[in-house]
């Protein structure tokens, strides 16, 4: 099998094995302690320096950082699908919530719940309210984030999303728990958290 994935059922990994069920592809788990400090082993080093979890091995390729994790996935095995092709109009959009989960929601909430003090206008994730005004825009008045079209962009944007309110770090606007609801709805999102689930129980992680 081509695809293995470093995995910790309570780190960014778990998003990943949603990727990997919404795109069908055979796919391998190798779990990876983190509470033991196994993601800091030589091996793990070498694949990724910052010594982190997600890491997605593909052949000779290695993959860090989720939302890169996911557009190469969807590239790779479901362009037209998961990816809008590179001359399709929707592209814009697919890549504009892609980059925004971890370059603006997930260090803005991060400043948010750490109370950090920065000017917004010299921070590239701004003020908290236009994050959260721009975040409502992309899911309101649509079912995904392309339309009525899922995309990769959807599982980056919405993980993000679904991970922040779980932990109450992000306002459970409404526009968010009713996209939350459709995310939820997807068979691939459920056999995800079972998955992350199953794994959690065989290794004796209680949530
Ligand atoms: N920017 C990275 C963040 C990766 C990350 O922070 N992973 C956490 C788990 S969710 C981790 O490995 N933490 C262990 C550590 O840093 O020691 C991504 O999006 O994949």
């Not at 069908?24 to 982190?52: C, Q, R, S, W």
């Not at 409502?136 to 922040?164: N, Q």
Request: net charge neutral.
């Amino acid at each position: 099998m081509s695809l293995v994935l470093y995995h910790h059922p309570f780190s960014r990994a778990a998003g990943v094995v949603w990727m990997l069920e919404e795109l069908g592809v055979p796919y391998e788990l190798h779990f990876v302690d983190i509470m033991k400090g196994a993601h800091k082993a030589a091996e793990l080093v070498t694949l990724n320096p910052m010594g982190k979890l997600p890491i997605l091995v593909d052949g000779d390729a290695v993959v860090t950082e989720s939302a890169a994790i996911g557009l190469y996935l969807a590239d790779r095995y479901s362009l037209g699908r998961l990816a809008p092709a590179p001359d399709d109009v929707a592209r814009a959009t697919y890549l504009r919530w892609s980059f925004f989960a971890p370059s603006v929601i997930e260090p803005g909430s991060m400043a948010k719940a750490a109370q950090w003090e920065f000017k917004p206008s010299q921070a590239g994730w701004g003020d908290h309210a236009s994050m959260l005004r721009a975040m409502e825009s992309a899911v309101t008045g649509r079912e995904f984030l392309l339309g009525d079209r899922f995309s990769m962009a959807d599982v980056i944007f919405g993980g993000t999303l679904r991970y922040l309110l779980r932990f109450n770090m992000l306002e459970a606007r409404p526009a968010f728990i009713a996209y939350c609801d459709r995310l939820g709805a997807r068979p691939a999102l459920q056999r995800a958290d079972a998955r992350n689930a199953a794994v959690a129980k065989q290794h004796g992680l209680s949530v």
